[in-house]
């Protein structure tokens, strides 16, 4: 089992910045730590993901260059810095725990652990 503990939502004027936190605990290791986001009405998107071993991070198309995703293994937390928001960017953000790779590391279906959300809203 993996605990997964989202922080550092809120609000934020468009073109702010906010970083959240996922605090990982438990006796499972977990190889790759994803960031998905879900607005309301609308479906679960894949925001970023990165691997505990080697720090390999990968993105959605609509954070890239805006978002970094890096992680502190000393800390089991992996961090999502989020610059230069948009109000498109508000949304519940989860953090996610998983064993996939390559194209699967996209797809929330390959992810078994998740966190309970924090809340991000972008004003404009």
């Known amino acids: 089992q993996v605990q997964l503990v989202e922080s550092g939502g809120g609000l934020v004027q468009a073109g702010g910045s906010l970083r959240l936190s996922c605090a990982a605990s438990?006796?499972?290791?977990?190889?790759?730590m994803g960031w998905f986001r879900q607005a309301p009405e609308k479906e679960r998107e894949f925001v970023a993901g990165?691997?505990?071993?080697?720090?390999?991070?990968f993105y959605g198309d609509s954070v890239k260059g805006r978002f970094t995703i890096s992680r502190d293994n000393a800390k089991n937390t992996v961090y999502l810095q989020m610059n230069s928001l948009k109000p498109e960017d508000t949304a519940v953000y989860y953090c996610?725990?998983?064993?996939?790779?390559?194209?699967?590391?996209?797809?929330?279906?390959?992810?078994?652990?998740w966190g309970q959300g924090t809340q991000v809203t972008v004003s404009s």
């Open positions: 996610a725990a998983g064993y996939c790779s390559g194209a699967g590391c996209y797809a929330g279906g390959q992810y078994v652990y």
């Open positions: 438990g006796r499972t290791f977990s190889p790759v």
């Open positions: 990165i691997r505990w071993t080697g720090g390999i991070t």
